[in-house]
């Protein structure tokens, strides 16, 4: 795929806005850059734009949304929509479907909501879920800290007649209920230990716990029920920003947020199982999906039903359910990066379950030996050292940061570029609304019929899902007749809903047949009777806020 940039490394955040800003001057027809919000850290979160402007007002188009590092730590994600607006800049003109994508639709693009957050992760040895603003700080206890002064943060392991692991030959194992002799090891994460009182060792809860995808308005829960929730919804400048632009941003059908890690791709509902949700938009998930699995292998599952593995205590809060369950917009978060699959333990996404330990130790031996093998400069032996707290240890393992949670550089390139895929596969799903036919007919002297047929050409329906219609956010599509006076109908019509063909019901028939059945309307006429000179030049506008707009014009 053509870009104008190398994406060969993770990108800070002086690096990201030198390139959105070039790109906007080189390509300012195509793309525009603004600021949502800016951060504790006085950092921008970028906004881009990309469509043509001769073509109208981004605002009167259909619109596709994407956005990345809605957690710290989640880089991949940003830096597959970087390549995306890169792609899509670079490739303007110059291939056919970049070009009409730009022409008839809109994108937008967040591609790093938290910048503090994620400056500290990609300059510090820290990892942290969304932002570093201390939350809900402990005062005692054991709290990372680079102890060995390697840039990364690892593992330590101390003898302790009360530890509850026992190292073995390939590295450690649980120790048994019965086991009363022998060596024992504690095993923590690398830090030091506050306020020690010499015996027992406290964990701290992470010092940036703020989770920004619980801080969102549908199923936010406090702290107490939620971990990282915030003091209330939307409490994160960030997080506000964010949601205000898709409410300036009507025209929004369809939406993409990209995080790490896993391997799969994600649909709302997430705190309802999916069969109490409406059947037409689970069916337009699945069929979307497909085109996801297809460009990046990733299966395509409902939350709630076979992500969630504690259904009574889920996790919510999260953008993509605020997006359809408030907003009646498609969401989709994509989690990069399947690490489980190349060391050969493919997740069952259908009949996932709790790993057992012996699984879990599994696990964790083969992502050494994959890390010894595929990027050996993420991983330590255990080397001995002194502990300011806690005395003689080890310290060792591997770089959970650029191994589990993002792929190691040289991976990277497999991540975004079958994810920009699935994008411009994805953002060619949206409604479109289109004058097929205009027509007049002579009445009598100055006065004339004139028909029109308006159509959605998209896949969606010109409401977006069934949901908006439940939520009664959807718009009728209208219909402007200009330049003539109306003696039968009106100025501007509304004609109701245009479906897309995702409403046709096909199927391969038992028999060997294929079928197409009835379907509600994908087109519809608009008459009305005018009084006009001959000569006259008639102008028809049909517009809907999330399938965008078309104009037609005829001489009487």
Request: with cysteine; net charge negative.
């Amino acid at each position: 795929m053509k870009t104008t940039y190398c994406f060969d490394q993770y990108f800070d955040y002086e690096e990201m806005t030198s390139m959105l800003k070039s790109l906007c001057e080189k390509h300012s027809d195509i793309m525009s850059l603004t600021s949502i919000c800016t951060t504790v850290e006085k950092r921008e979160v970028w906004a881009v734009e990309l469509t043509n402007k001769k073509t109208g007002n981004g605002l009167a188009k259909p619109a596709f949304y994407i956005d990345g590092n809605t957690h710290a730590g989640e880089m991949t994600g940003s830096m597959a929509a970087l390549h995306t607006i890169d792609v899509l800049a670079t490739g303007y003109q110059e291939y056919v479907e970049i070009t009409k994508l730009l022409d008839e639709n809109v994108i937008y693009v967040i591609p790093r909501i938290t910048p503090d957050g994620a400056e500290t992760y990609l300059k510090t040895p820290y990892s942290l879920r969304s932002v570093n603003r201390s939350y809900l700080k402990e005062k005692e206890g054991l709290t990372q800290e680079d102890v060995d002064n390697d840039g990364v943060l690892r593992m330590m392991r101390f003898k302790d007649p009360h530890g509850a692991w026992v190292k073995t030959d390939s590295f450690m194992r649980k120790r048994m209920p019965d086991e009363k002799e022998g060596e024992f090891y504690s095993v923590y994460a690398e830090g030091i230990v506050e306020n020690f009182d010499g015996l027992n060792v406290k964990v701290q809860k992470p010092k940036w716990g703020l989770d920004f995808n619980r801080n969102y308005p549908f199923g936010w829960f406090c702290e107490v029920r939620q971990p990282g929730a915030g003091a209330y919804p939307l409490s994160n400048p960030e997080n506000k920003a964010v949601v205000d632009f898709v409410l300036a941003h009507p025209n929004i059908s369809c939406v993409a947020t990209h995080h790490t890690s896993g391997g799969v791709i994600l649909y709302p509902p997430g705190t309802k199982p999916e069969k109490t949700a409406h059947s037409f938009d689970m069916k337009v998930y699945k069929e979307i999906g497909k085109m996801g699995t297809a460009e990046m292998g990733y299966e395509t599952i409902n939350i709630f039903d076979h992500f969630m593995l504690d259904q009574a205590n889920y996790s919510s809060g999260a953008f993509d359910d605020w997006c359809y369950e408030n907003q009646g917009i498609y969401a989709y978060t994509i989690e990069l990066w399947d690490l489980k699959n190349r060391i050969g333990k493919k997740e069952d996404w259908t009949n996932r379950k709790m790993d057992s330990d012996e699984e879990k130790l599994d696990t964790y031996l083969k992502t050494i030996e994959w890390v010894k093998e595929n990027s050996p400069e993420a991983y330590k032996e255990f080397t001995p050292f002194v502990h300011p707290q806690l005395g003689e240890g080890e310290v060792g393992g591997f770089n959970y940061k650029f191994v589990v949670q993002n792929p190691p550089k040289h991976l990277l390139k497999q991540e975004y570029e079958k994810t920009t895929k699935f994008m411009l596969r994805y953002a060619k799903v949206l409604p479109q609304i289109n004058i097929s036919s205009l027509k007049s007919e002579f009445i009598s002297e100055g006065v004339y019929k004139i028909e029109a047929v308006i159509e959605n050409k998209g896949y969606l329906p010109t409401y977006g899902s069934q949901n908006a219609k439940s939520l009664k956010i959807d718009e009728p599509v209208k219909v402007s007749l200009m330049h003539a006076k109306c003696l039968m109908g009106k100025n501007i019509e509304e004609i109701g809903d245009l479906e897309g063909f995702a409403c046709i019901r096909s199927d391969y028939s038992y028999y060997g047949h294929i079928s197409t059945g009835s379907a509600p309307a994908i087109q519809k006429n608009v008459e009305w009777i005018v009084e006009a000179e001959p000569g006259t030049e008639i102008k028809v506008l049909a517009f809907h806020p999330r399938a965008g707009k078309s104009l037609k014009t005829m001489m009487l």
